[in-house]
């Protein structure tokens, strides 16, 4: 599973802590108990909607594992021309 941009959990934070004040508005809880339960049932929210924006943002990169794979070896040498050699393009490093 990749790991979550920084807007991604800036999105599940958010959520988290407008969800707990919500709740506890709401609520009107007052036992330690109840406070508990609500922020951890924000907690999970805020969790689900992280790893959502994780899924919605792999399927919308077009660079995902669904990409074309490169074209090497005899089909390098076949789309280049006949027997010449392929041109690779790597960075240089210094």
Same mark, same amino acid.
């Given at each position: 599973?990749? =790991? @979550? !941009?920084?807007?991604? *959990?800036?999105?599940? &934070?958010?959520?988290?802590?407008? &969800?707990? *004040? ?9 036992? *330690? ?17 992280? *790893?959502? !924006?994780?899924?919605? !943002? &792999?399927?919308? &990169? @077009?660079?995902?594992?669904?990409? /074309? @794979?490169?074209?090497?070896?005899? /089909?390098?040498? !076949? ?8 041109? =690779? /393009?790597?960075? =240089?490093?210094?």
């Amino acid at each position: 599973m990749p =790991r @979550p !941009s920084a807007a991604q *959990v800036c999105l599940g &934070s958010f959520t988290v802590v407008a &969800s707990t *004040v919500a709740l506890l508005a709401v609520s009107g809880a007052d036992g *330690v108990l109840a406070v508990a339960v609500l922020v951890v049932f924000a907690l999970a929210l805020g969790t689900v909607v992280t *790893v959502l !924006s994780l899924s919605a !943002s &792999s399927m919308a &990169s @077009p660079a995902g594992p669904l990409a /074309a @794979p490169a074209t090497t070896g005899a /089909a390098a040498e !076949s789309a280049t021309g006949a027997g010449a050699p392929a041109e =690779r /393009a790597y960075a =240089r490093q210094r």
